[in-house]
């Protein structure tokens, strides 16, 4: 089975930093995908980062381009989220996912528990 645990969420102003960690459970991220998204009350879930080592690619929605970076430590099986110059509509619940693929496109079959981040303006 697959655990994702993340953390480092948590209240902050406007343009100050955050970084979320995502930890996995033994080998869980291997060689698939891992993405980020965050649900704000009332709103869908949004795709926000994703990384795919495999084919040593990164991805960013456009309103985070520019601000976060996605990256890995295989070492730690662990996956972070690097957010800068947040703003208030930064403000959410981010969960991390994993793929059962390689590619940052398709289903997200895992999950974690979400942490919140919320931005005061």
């Known amino acids: 089975q697959v655990h994702l645990v993340e953390s480092g969420g948590g209240l902050v102003q406007a343009g100050d930093s955050l970084r979320l960690s995502c930890a996995g459970s033994g080998r869980a991220f291997r060689s698939y995908a891992i993405g980020w998204f965050r649900q704000a009350p009332g709103k869908g879930r949004e795709g926000v980062s994703c990384?795919?080592?495999?084919?040593?690619?990164?991805y960013y929605a456009d309103s985070v381009k520019g601000r976060f970076t996605i990256s890995m430590d295989n070492g730690k099986n662990t996956v972070y989220l690097q957010m800068n110059s947040l703003k208030p509509e930064d403000t959410a619940v981010y969960y991390c996912a994993r793929r059962s693929g390689t590619t940052c496109v398709g289903e997200y079959d895992y999950w974690g528990q979400g942490t919140q981040v919320t931005v005061s303006s």
């Open positions: 990384i795919s080592r495999s084919i040593g690619s990164t």
